[in-house]
T-cell receptor, first 115, second 118 residues
Framework: GENVEQHPSTLSVQEGDSAVIKCTYS??????FPWYKQELGKRPQLIID?????GEKKDQRIAVTLNKTAKHFSLHITETQPEDSAVYFC??????????????FGAGTRLAVHP | GAVVSQHPSWVICKSGTSVKIECRSL??????MFWYRQFPKQSLMLMAT?????????EQGVEKDKFLINHASLTLSTLTVTSAHPEDSSFYIC??????????????FGAGSRLTVL
């Protein structure tokens, strides 16, 4: 089955700096890698995702890079703002019968952006 | 679009009672829904996969008789915590799977249900 490892567990940056969170996965057949943001007491929200046929995807201040050979993908947040403070989860799918993929989540990274 | 409604948002119950949590996909059909459990400051732990019209698939270590899942329609899955005990206190989150852009299966999460068992 899929195993997803996420680092660091906590990350503290100054407003305006960049933040990078890295994840590794074990199943070379995995082909879809989403990132979720969870604010305190709220549901996880999908912020960006990438498929295995591309190496990078960008959406304003957020980007995700994928290295299939090394089986790792990273979340990059530039020009961080205090509202970026949250817990971020990476995930990778594990195939199961029925044609759908279930997501296995990393342990999460608690990002704190200080004004 | 792609809204998942989960109720109740919080519930307090006495030890030994059963609690039912509902998860509804409001504007799309979801043949597959997932139930996660999240302890404070921890990750989402997949409990089971809920399949419309068939039995749920439970992850290793999750008691199927303890956590009953029913997925009777394309828009509703329910999780019943039977004979709840304090150790069952947790944040339970459902998610519904839909087809996103490019054919990827995208998960949309419910708001979660915080269960406290006294």
């Amino acid at each position: 089955g899929e195993n997803v490892e996420q680092h660091p567990s906590t990350l503290s940056v100054q407003e305006g700096d960049s933040a990078v969170i890295k994840c590794t996965y074990s199943d070379s057949a995995s082909n879809y890698f989403p990132w979720y943001k969870q604010e305190l007491g709220k549901r996880p929200q999908l912020i960006i995702d990438i498929r295995s046929n591309v190496g990078e995807k960008k959406d304003q201040r957020i980007a995700v890079t994928l290295n299939k050979t090394a089986k790792h993908f990273s979340l990059h947040i530039t020009e961080t703002q205090p509202e970026d403070s949250a817990v971020y989860f990476c995930a990778a799918p594990q195939p199961f019968s029925g044609g759908y993929n279930k997501l296995i989540f990393g342990a999460g990274t608690r990002l704190a952006v200080h004004p | 679009g792609a809204v998942v409604s989960q109720h109740p948002s919080w519930v307090i119950c006495k030890s030994g009672t059963s609690v039912k949590i509902e998860c509804r996909s409001l504007d799309f059909q979801a043949t597959t829904m997932f139930w996660y459990r999240q302890f404070p400051k921890q990750s989402l732990m997949l409990m089971a996969t809920s399949n419309e019209g068939s039995k749920a698939t439970y992850e290793q270590g999750v008691e199927k008789d303890k956590f009953l899942i029913n997925h009777a329609s394309l828009t509703l899955s329910t999780l019943t915590v039977t004979s709840a005990h304090p150790e069952d206190s947790s944040f339970y989150i459902c998610s519904a799977q839909r087809q996103g852009a490019g054919g990827a299966n995208v998960l949309t999460f419910g708001a979660g249900s915080r269960l406290t068992v006294l």
